[in-house]
């Protein structure tokens, strides 16, 4: 599992930083009003979550493989609870609203798209 969830905490941050420079890249080639701090302390908080949750993933195929699908669908709907309440918050504070979830649900997307495609190769790989 060590391995497996060291080689995915680098591909994480590969592919984290690689959308932060992405999105502030766009932002400012449109000029859009996006804080690109705010969006890095976003991708941070996305990092740990699906840090935290691939782990506890691989903990479960590792030792009940019959109970992965179940914890997945938890750990998908506790995942979106939470950061629809970020969402909610940060809109509260916000003054460009309207960015600020578009930018939000583009995140929520690629991060999560990254960890299926990542979950179905360790699982394809269990099988063989």
């Known amino acids: 599992m060590n391995k497996k969830f060291l080689h995915y905490n680098i591909k994480l941050l590969i592919y984290s930083s690689l959308i932060w420079i992405g999105i502030s890249s766009y932002s400012l080639f449109l000029n859009l009003p996006i804080n690109l701090l705010y969006i890095g302390l976003l ?5 740990i979550i699906y840090t ?9 195929l590792e030792k009940k ?5 179940r914890k997945f669908m938890l750990m998908t709907g506790i995942k979106m609870f939470f950061f ?13 609203k309207t960015h600020l979830a578009i930018t939000f649900l583009v995140l929520y997307v690629f991060f999560a798209v990254f960890e299926l495609i990542s979950l179905l190769k360790i699982i394809r790989r269990e099988k063989r």
Do not use: E, G, M
Request: charged share 5%; glycine share 0%; hydrophobic share 60%.
């Open 43 to 47: 991708i941070c908080c996305f990092f």
């Open 52 to 60: 935290l949750s691939h782990k506890n993933l691989l903990r479960v």
């Open 65 to 69: 493989p019959n109970l992965f699908i």
């Open 84 to 96: 629809i309440t970020i969402l909610l918050i940060s809109l509260i504070f916000s003054l460009y």
